[in-house]
Structures are given as C-alpha cells and as structure tokens.
C-alpha cells in the first residue's frame, strides 16, 4: 500500500509538468497510487522528478526532429531523383517528336489514300470528312521559354483542374468540376473571360 505522504511530491511533480505541458493527461487515481508505492523508497524531490521528465520529453523532441529531418532528406532526394528523369525524358521526346509527326503524316496520307481508292478515285464529301476525322490527330510539346523563342509562339501561361467526385466518369450536369478548371486557367493567366477569342470543345 502507498504512503499517503507519498502522494504529495508526486502530486507537485505532475502540477509543474502539466503547466509546462499542458496537453498532458493528468494521473489516474490506479497510477498514482502505483507511483507513490515505486517512489517509497528512496523518495525524490517534486523538482527533480519535473527535472527528470522534462529531459525526457526533450530527448524524446530531439529525436522525433532527426527522425522527421532524415525523412525529408530522402524525400528530397526522392523528388530531384524523379525531376532528373523528367528532364531526361523531355529531352528525349524532343529530339522524337519530329519523327513521330512524321509518322502520322505518312499514314494520314497513306490512310486519305486508301479512302480515295475505295471511291474510285473520286472523293464524295461525306466520306473524305469522316475520314478525315477518323484519322485527325494532334499532341503538343511543351518546351521552356528562352531568350530565342519567337515573340509570336504560342505560350502556356494558365491551367487549371479540378476532381468534384461527382461521380467516377460523368461531370456534374451544371458542369461546376469545368467551370472551377477554367476560373483556375483564367486566373493563373492573370486574364478574364471577356478577353477569350477562341474555345476548343470537346467530349
């Protein structure tokens, strides 16, 4: 059985560290009644017990820090690591790009072609449109502006995005996860909806 004389110095020990530490949970009655027992003999001073925890929580501070700083250092070099790549592989499809338009010039061609042979060389408009819509196609490379770049090239400057979770493949029927995507763009360009010439849809 614990002393109840015991209870004081415990009792001042953990007033210092719930003022020190607030969100601390006080002792329960079974706690502190299992301290004092443990503290019986020999008994220690409610500021060297204070003293005692506060060196223990700043231990237990101090390697929470370095564990949290190694993280982010592997994050760190995680995300350069990855940013590499990315330049690597931006580099890479430049110098591809020219191959792969190209390539779908050869086969809209070849395909456009194909479509005239089957009317007998005689192209209906119907058709050539449809075909021609069939094998349309388009990409875009983003490459960053230099002091080189033409003054009239075509610039990127606003996106936007945006998932509402409506549901997992239909947008909202007010279209609001396309409005918020576009408000983004127009803000990021710094422009207004008045100022937009020419919209692109499609679906």
Same mark, same amino acid.
């Given at each position: 059985?614990?002393? &109840?004389?015991?209870?004081?110095?415990?009792?001042?020990?953990?007033?210092?560290?719930?003022?020190?530490?607030? *969100?601390?949970?006080?002792?329960? %009655?079974?706690?502190?009644?299992?301290?004092?027992?443990?503290?019986?003999?020999? *008994?220690?001073?409610?500021?060297?017990?204070?003293?005692?925890?506060?060196?223990?929580?700043?231990?237990?501070?101090?390697?929470?820090?370095?564990?949290?700083?190694?993280?982010?250092?592997?994050?760190?070099?995680?995300?350069?690591?990855?940013?590499?790549?990315?330049?690597?592989?931006?580099?890479?499809?430049?110098?591809?790009?020219? *191959?792969? %338009?190209?390539?779908?010039?050869?086969?809209? %061609?070849?395909?456009?072609?194909?479509?005239?042979?089957?009317?007998?060389?005689?192209?209906?408009?119907?058709?050539?449109?449809?075909?021609?819509?069939?094998?349309?196609?388009?990409?875009?490379?983003?490459?960053?502006?230099?002091?080189?770049?033409?003054? #009239?090239?075509?610039?990127?400057?606003? %996106?936007?995005?945006?998932?509402?979770?409506?549901?997992?493949?239909?947008?909202?029927? #007010?279209?609001?996860?396309?409005?918020?995507?576009?408000?983004?763009?127009?803000?990021?360009?710094?422009?207004?909806?008045? *100022? &937009?010439?020419? &919209?692109?849809?499609?679906?």
């Amino acid at each position: 059985m614990a002393d &109840i004389a015991l209870l004081r110095p415990l009792l001042e020990a953990q007033s210092e560290l719930l003022r020190q530490w607030p *969100q601390l949970q006080p002792l329960s %009655v079974a706690e502190a009644w299992r301290l004092a027992g443990l503290q019986a003999a020999p *008994q220690a001073a409610p500021g060297a017990l204070a003293a005692a925890a506060a060196q223990a929580a700043r231990q237990a501070l101090h390697a929470l820090q370095q564990a949290r700083a190694a993280e982010g250092t592997r994050l760190r070099e995680f995300l350069l690591e990855r940013c590499a790549r990315l330049r690597e592989l931006g580099q890479r499809a430049a110098e591809l790009a020219p *191959q792969a %338009v190209l390539r779908m010039q050869e086969r809209f %061609v070849a395909r456009f072609q194909e479509a005239l042979d089957r009317l007998g060389g005689q192209p209906d408009a119907q058709a050539t449109q449809e075909r021609l819509l069939q094998e349309a196609a388009a990409f875009a490379l983003l490459e960053p502006e230099g002091p080189d770049t033409p003054p #009239d090239t075509v610039r990127l400057t606003g %996106v936007g995005e945006s998932s509402d979770a409506y549901h997992m493949s239909s947008p909202h029927p #007010d279209g609001l996860g396309a409005q918020a995507a576009m408000r983004q763009a127009l803000a990021a360009a710094g422009l207004e909806p008045h *100022q &937009i010439e020419y &919209i692109n849809l499609h679906g």
